[in-house]
């Protein structure tokens, strides 16, 4: 029993620790530091250019790290520790310590010459995690679980945005990941759109995966999220319970940010 206890209390615990990022010259984080704990939800905001995606890319190594570091349950994504000093890793091992985290993009990225349930069949049968018809069963029900089952043989130029973008999540939980990534995953769609894959980022939340959340659907962010952080200047200016961030912002800029974008 105790044995269960602890694998349960460390799957999904994100800790990153003074991470600096810059683009020609230019620092886009400086100097990040954010636990989240297993199974919390925690929606991302902050205007363009904030440094959001590129926090969000760094936690499964999408983006590498100047300075600074970044776990998974303890575990480095795209390095190794020899001595004092964070050493890269092999393409290979990082793809494998990869798979801990999922990623969901705003533009779907799905391939476009497989069906829906190719394209999550896809990575656990290249990966060797399953064969063919294990994979083909996990795939079934997982777009069962995102409402798609009746377009598991559907191409995506057939299906709508939401559609696609909820044939990416469950491609996304294929692997299992113990942390699941979304940077701005309702960006791209029809308003009329939006709702349906918010549903199932819903049901994810109330499920307790550990959810990490680029959003600027504020409505969403205040009824899902455990935790709101607000970045601006690639620095975390305000963090705290949606309640008290989105109702009552203490600092100045997370009160201009919420002034204009909530009208």
Known sequence: MTTVVAETATRGLVEIHNVHKSYGGVEVLSGIDLTVRPGEVIALLG?????????????????????GSVTVDGELI???????????????????????????????NLFPHLTALENVTEAPIALKRLTKDDARELALGLLDRVGLADKADAYPRQLSGGQQQRVAIARALALKPKVLLFDEPTSALDPELVGEVLDVIRDLAQLGTTLIIVTHEIGFAREVADRVVFLDGGVIVEQGPPAEVLTAPQHPRTQEFLAKVLG
């Open 78 to 108: 795209g390095y190794e520790l020899r001595g004092e000093k964070l050493h890269e890793l092999h393409e290979r091992e990082i793809l494998r310590r990869r798979t801990q985290v999922g990623i969901v993009f705003q533009n779907f």
């Open 47 to 67: 205007p363009s250019g904030s440094g959001k995606s590129t926090l969000l890319r760094t936690i499964n190594h999408l983006e590498s790290v100047d300075r």
